[in-house]
């Protein structure tokens, strides 16, 4: 990460580990919350839950905050009727509970994309 050279990312711990199948479930009710059609959705390809970084901020790195996380891939309908086709999201985790879901966004892609384990990503 940019900016991030001489911090100790290893004193940054996300808590205790959620139960996956149960941080699934909350992962798929809240981007159900984000969907135009939430009925249409179509759920595939959930990751392990990993941990990640999340910045709350513009950079600083006094807002990043370590968090669970994990990826899951969602076909639903657009406002126009027909389906996206499947793309990945990344629901973050704070105590158990989901911090949000965000769709097309860079960090989660590369997250979701730098593959699936239990291994932290603090320093990538």
């Known amino acids: 990460m940019a ?3 001489g911090v100790d990312w290893s004193s940054m711990h996300p ?4 139960d996956y199948e149960t941080a699934k479930a909350h992962a798929k009710e809240t ?3 984000n969907l135009k059609d939430p009925d249409s959705a179509k759920f ?3 990751t392990p839950l990993f941990k990640t970084l999340y910045n709350f901020g513009m950079g600083a790195i006094g807002n990043y905050e370590p968090l669970w996380a994990l990826c899951i891939e969602v ?3 657009n406002s126009y009727g027909g389906y996206t ?3 990945k999201w990344i629901v973050k985790f704070r105590n158990g509970q989901p911090v949000g879901g ?3 966004v860079m960090h989660a892609e590369y997250d979701c994309n730098t593959g699936p384990g239990d291994s932290s ?3 990538q």
């Open 102 to 104: 965000e769709l097309g």
């Open 85 to 87: 086709g499947f793309e």
């Open 44 to 46: 595939r390809d959930s």
């Open 75 to 77: 076909n639903a309908k």
């Open 3 to 5: 900016g991030s050279a």
């Open 15 to 18: 808590g205790d580990k959620p």
């Open 31 to 33: 981007i159900l919350r």
């Open 121 to 123: 990503r603090l320093a």
